[in-house]
């Protein structure tokens, strides 16, 4: 079962999650620092990131286990406000550049290619009181920090990735509120932080494109996330539709415009606009492009990153009342399957990644793919020898070749999350995404590999599977 020769083997981590050194040398606070540092049972038993791995100090330690897996890329983010205290260039903290230097050429001296992040949800504290991303003016900021990251990295850094997650970022920071700000801004903040976040994407890819890419040779994306979706009842013309709905609302409403056209879905706008209308808005709740942002928008990247998980089924549920968010405008209801194994909300459903490797191809020209993400978790206290997680990966790894030699799918990366356990978001320290277990309760957080980093290391090694499916 071997892949394509070159096939991209990586692990992935993030700035929050994993660096600590909340107010180490220099850097500002973020929105998650604010967030966590509130209490409230937002987050699992009030644990912060604070300290997390501590990446910031034990870098090296990192490197071994990436030397460790073998890997060919390892993907990371960049602090915004480790790099940029207040957000603006007016004021650049040094350290903060010394400390990604140091992992870029460490990464390349190791023959790692370094993957870099600009943004993954911990948006500068000093931004989110200016309005964040339901701030048209976020736009201009952003685009400024991504050409100062540009400048300051990218002679030596060839792959990015402008916002992690757009789609999950805007509605569960922006609508629902469960993630920082933690402000819920129902049915209307979700539209307009993801209008800002796509023309931010689009902005900072034009600056790579005019201004850096004939010298540096880079490629310049934005990672999306999906769970495949499936009707609930294969048969019903309603569930069809309703999954159609939840695949143009959840993935296209970010692909279609940067990759196809410069605009949402009609399917979107329309439904959005008439349950608006329902509930007496004079107008729409989805913001609108121009026609000049339109042409600025389309074919603003150089390959589709997309962070897969897990599958859902969908049933319509039509939205009699009018209430408002996200899945109400949509008009759906989404479950599992109960025969499907799972930790928290990931079922291992390993054949719907094909699925949604065969959509994008379908969809989107036949792009270059890399998963930026995908992984199992296990719940505290976790068991080195994670039997069930291996058995995920390697699942997904049969899929993974079956898109790529049956349904010729332009697969050539795949990245596992996470290098290390650590800082899971709302979930705290409870779920375990690592490849290595990290001891949170141990100041040195020493990394001790799971079994299944080391059958990943033996996939890698070997280029794929031993053996045929």
Not at 347 to 376: A, C, M, S
Request: hydrophobic fraction near 35%; proline fraction near 5%; charged fraction near 25%.
């Amino acid at each position: 079962m071997a892949f394509p020769v070159g096939f991209g083997w990586g692990a992935a981590t993030a700035a929050y999650q994993v660096e600590g050194g909340w107010d180490a040398d220099g850097r500002g606070p973020c929105v998650w620092d604010t967030f966590t540092h509130q209490g409230g049972e937002r987050v699992f038993e009030n644990q912060t990131g604070d300290v997390a791995c501590g990446s910031y100090t034990l870098w090296e330690e990192d490197l071994k286990c990436i030397k460790q897996l073998g890997l060919t890329h390892y993907r990371f983010s960049l602090s915004w406000s480790r790099l940029l205290p207040d957000g603006t260039t007016g004021f650049i903290n040094q350290k903060g550049i010394d400390y990604y230097n140091k992992i870029i050429d460490d990464l390349l001296r190791n023959g790692v290619t370094p993957i870099v992040a600009l943004y993954h949800f911990d948006l500068p504290q000093a931004l989110e009181d200016q309005g964040g991303w339901l701030s048209e003016a976020i736009v201009e900021a952003f685009d400024k920090y991504a050409q100062f990251c540009f400048k300051t990295f990218g002679d030596r850094v060839k792959q990015w990735l402008t916002i992690n997650e757009p789609n999950t970022l805007s509605i569960l920071a922006y609508d629902m509120g469960m993630f920082a700000p933690g402000v819920p801004h129902i049915g209307i903040g979700g539209y307009q932080a993801a209008h800002n976040l796509i023309k931010a994407h689009a902005r900072s890819w034009h600056s790579y494109d005019s201004l850096f890419r004939k010298d540096q040779k880079g490629f310049v994306s934005l990672s999306l996330f999906f769970c495949w979706l499936e009707p609930a009842d294969p048969n019903s013309m309603l569930d069809q539709e309703a999954t159609r709905r939840a695949i143009n609302f959840q993935l296209d409403f970010f692909a279609k415009p940067i990759f196809i056209d410069g605009d949402y879905p009609e399917l979107v706008k329309s439904q959005i606009a008439s349950m608006s209308k329902k509930q007496g808005y004079p107008s729409s709740r989805l913001p609108e492009f121009t026609e000049e942002e339109k042409k600025m928008i389309k074919g603003t990247a150089d390959f589709f990153a997309v962070q897969y998980y897990t599958t859902r089924l969908v049933r319509h549920q039509e939205n009699k009342k009018g209430e408002l968010g996200f899945l109400q405008d949509v008009e759906i209801e989404l479950f599992s399957n109960p025969s499907w194994e799972n930790v928290g909300w990931i079922y291992v459903v390993p054949w719907g990644i094909r699925k949604l490797l065969k959509y994008i191809k379908d969809t989107y020209n036949n792009p270059v793919i890399y998963i930026t993400e995908n992984g199992f978790p296990q719940c505290d206290p976790p068991s080195l020898d994670d039997t069930q997680r291996w058995e995920y990966f390697r699942q997904t790894f049969q899929e993974l070749f079956k898109a790529i030699h049956v349904d010729e799918v332009n697969l050539q990366m795949y990245c596992a999350w996470s290098l290390l356990d650590n800082f899971e978001w709302n979930n705290g320290y409870s779920r375990r995404f690592g490849l290595f277990h990290v001891d949170f309760e141990d100041p040195a957080r020493p990394r001790v590999p799971y079994r299944s980093a080391k059958e990943y290391a033996k996939v890698i090694r070997n280029n794929g599977l031993e053996g045929s499916l």
